[in-house]
């Protein structure tokens, strides 16, 4: 069983940054996925960013050039900076996990944490 805390998030006006983080109960080294996701009002739940095993980090178009994924995989937190926001990127943002164990993949999910990007 895996934990996912996250933190940050909040309301912010368009153009402006926001920081999310989140900490694992396991190095992220041991996880095959990490990243977020996010659902907006609406919307199915959607790819934000992911490192995979290979250590290259993905995003998705919509994000890319404004949000940067980082942090140290032999620890148990990453980050991710939200710069440039625009309203689009209104949405629960959610931490998530696959820990493989034997041919098993284990999916975990973070609480959410809520990013408004409104004037």
């Known amino acids: 069983q895996v934990q996912l805390v996250e933190s940050g998030g909040g309301w912010v006006q368009p153009g402006g940054s926001l920081g999310l983080s989140c900490a694992a109960s396991v190095s992220i080294s041991r996880l095959k996925v990490f990243g977020w996701y996010r659902q907006g009002p609406g919307d199915e739940r959607q790819l934000v960013a992911v490192?995979?095993?290979?250590?290259?980090?993905r995003y998705a178009d919509s994000v890319k050039g404004r949000f940067t994924m980082s942090g140290d995989r032999a620890g148990n937190t990453m980050y991710l900076q939200m710069n440039n926001l625009e309203p689009e990127d209104t949405a629960v943002y959610y931490c998530?996990?696959?820990?493989?164990?034997?041919?098993?993949?284990?999916?975990?999910w973070g609480q959410g944490t809520q990013v408004t990007v409104s004037s």
């Open positions: 998530y996990a696959v820990q493989l164990i034997g041919s098993r993949n284990y999916d975990y």
């Open positions: 490192i995979l095993g290979d250590s290259i980090i």
